[in-house]
């Protein structure tokens, strides 16, 4: 006689698996599962790799995304990185909080935003020169999985940097 959103927080089974999101994780469900993609820059013809393994984590309540990137060096080797993302809900139905550790032992904090047509947040700019001032990610919905886009703002508003159409692996 309630609201879903509103009995979540009294959810308790300690007998059957939770193998989906809590009610408040549900618009991130789209990243659940396995996921393989190309990256492609939006100024330059080179691509990239990515695997992305999304699961419901501690009863639905974070969803973590195991992801990795593989960049092809000019050499003929391969440059990976590796990351885990953390998220969970916050206080209002559109806003989520993720904790992000790499290979490299950086840990960053997003505050993530749902949005009606996917999900969006502030990211650190790309590069090791100091052309652009903001960057953002953008994921949405597809029928195959998601797409993921890099925005960057070298101060004259947002273009696309890269994008990658991630697909479902199936089992």
Same mark, same amino acid.
Request: hydrophobic residues 35%.
């Given at each position: 006689?309630?609201?879903? #959103?509103? $009995?979540?927080?009294?959810?308790?089974?300690?007998?059957?698996? %939770?193998?989906?999101?809590?009610?408040?994780?549900?618009?991130?469900?789209?990243?659940?599962?396995?996921?393989?993609?190309?990256?492609?820059? !939006?100024?330059?013809?080179?691509?990239?790799?990515?695997?992305?393994?999304?699961?419901?984590? $501690?009863?639905?309540? &974070?969803? !973590?995304? @195991?992801?990795?990137?593989?960049? /092809?060096?000019?050499?003929?080797?391969?440059?990976?990185?590796?990351?885990?993302?953390?998220?969970? $809900?916050?206080?209002?139905?559109?806003? &989520?909080? !993720? %904790?992000?550790?790499?290979? $490299? #032992?950086?840990? @960053?904090?997003?505050?993530?935003?749902?949005?009606?047509?996917?999900?969006? *947040?502030?990211?650190?700019? /790309?590069?090791?020169?100091?052309?652009?001032?903001?960057? @953002?990610? +953008?994921?949405?919905?597809?029928?195959?999985? *998601?797409?993921?886009?890099?925005? +960057?703002?070298?101060?004259?508003?947002?273009?696309?940097?890269?994008?990658?159409?991630? %697909?479902?692996?199936? /089992?």
């Amino acid at each position: 006689m309630t609201s879903a #959103g509103s $009995a979540e927080r009294f959810r308790f089974d300690p007998v059957h698996d %939770h193998l989906k999101p809590s009610v408040h994780l549900m618009p991130l469900q789209f990243l659940l599962g396995h996921f393989r993609g190309r990256g492609k820059y !939006a100024m330059t013809s080179y691509t990239f790799h990515k695997e992305l393994i999304g699961t419901p984590e $501690a009863g639905g309540r &974070f969803i !973590a995304l @195991r992801m990795g990137v593989s960049y /092809p060096l000019v050499d003929g080797r391969t440059d990976v990185h590796n990351a885990l993302v953390m998220v969970g $809900a916050q206080e209002t139905p559109d806003r &989520f909080i !993720a %904790h992000a550790y790499t290979d $490299a #032992g950086i840990f @960053r904090q997003y505050s993530v935003e749902g949005t009606e047509v996917g999900l969006r *947040f502030d990211d650190m700019p /790309p590069g090791h020169e100091k052309r652009w001032r903001r960057a @953002r990610k +953008v994921l949405r919905s597809t029928p195959a999985g *998601f797409e993921e886009q890099l925005q +960057v703002d070298g101060g004259e508003g947002f273009v696309p940097y890269y994008t990658i159409a991630m %697909h479902r692996v199936e /089992p």
